[in-house]
């Protein structure tokens, strides 16, 4: 949309501001709202971008694409998944550990399973 030839009246709900007393994007993050005072889902500061959803959570709440229109990037913010070229990212962590009293009889070139961290760790070794 271009603004040529129309007035003020026509067209300021489609323009885009932040409550910052006419002094533009600084330091502070602020959310973008339209002329009319509609808050978006978007926050916005001289160093920082934030998708924070306004009303609902979203499947595709933030969504970058490619060019030929292909999701490279999105965030589902309902379920709090992140898909990346179209796969999930795996943001659990597993933790593997053995005790000491454990791993004191382990001899050198041999393969023993580390069991995940828990209460009751296995004495059970592989040869």
């Known amino acids: ?3 040529s030839g129309k007035t003020l009246k026509d067209t300021f709900k489609d323009l885009l501001q932040m409550d910052n007393s006419n002094n ?3 330091a ?4 973008i709202k339209d002329g009319e005072g509609t808050a978006s889902s978007l926050w916005l500061s001289d160093d920082v971008v934030r998708v924070y959803p306004n009303n609902d959570n979203s499947t595709s709440a933030f969504n970058v694409r490619a060019n030929g229109g292909g999701v490279v990037f999105e965030v589902d913010t309902t379920n709090e998944l992140v898909k990346a070229s179209g796969n999930y990212v ?6 593997f550990g053995v005790s000491a009293n454990l791993s ?17 760790l296995s004495t059970v070794q592989l040869v």
């Not at 795996?90 to 933790?95: E, G, I, L, S």
């Not at 382990?106 to 209460?119: C, E, G, L, Q, R």
């Open 104 to 120: 004191a009889s382990w001899d050198a070139n041999k393969h023993y399973a580390i069991p995940f961290v828990t209460a009751a």
């Open 90 to 95: 795996n943001t659990q962590y597993a933790y």
């Open 24 to 26: 533009g994007v600084d």
């Open 1 to 3: 949309m271009s603004l």
């Open 28 to 31: 502070t993050l602020r959310n």
